[in-house]
């Protein structure tokens, strides 16, 4: 039985990363000058990495892992940027473009209010949508749990798909 096509999906996406010295402070496609920056096989834009797998998500493909492994050495180093990017073309090829994105970052790294805008129009950007279409907002974690104190930065995305 045909299911009636619906013209709009959503997608969650989660992701978290330690930082550490020695690394560029890669978040949100810009480089934030932070002491430490987020530890990982790509450039560690858990931003990016949470943005790719809503899209993913909403679009019924393949998790983020699975598409760009990080046991793959064609991914060694990669730029978060090109994961977006082919997501975005993944699930423009199943008929979807991007309606909005929703960012929670919460990390007691780097702060994220003085880079709000710059993140969101570097996102909206990629997403090919108005900068008030990406929302980023930052959060303390109020001194509790693994993240705390500057180890790492977590990440949530919500993301509507829109059919075209
Ligand atoms: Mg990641």
Known sequence: MTKTPVPYRIGLGFDLHPLVEGRPCCLGGIVLPHPTGPAGHSDGDAVLHAVTDAILGAAG????????????????????????????????????????ADIVIATEGPRIAPHRQAMRERIAGL???????????????EGMGALAKGAGVAVQVSCLLVRN
């Open 127 to 141: 997403l090919d949508v108005e900068v008030d279409a990406v929302n980023v907002k930052g959060k303390t974690l």
């Open 61 to 100: 493909l393949d998790d983020i892992g699975t598409l760009f492994p990080d046991t793959d050495p064609r991914w060694n180093g990669a730029a978060s940027v090109d994961f977006l990017e082919a997501a975005v073309l993944a699930a423009s090829a199943k008929g979807w473009r991007v309606g909005n």
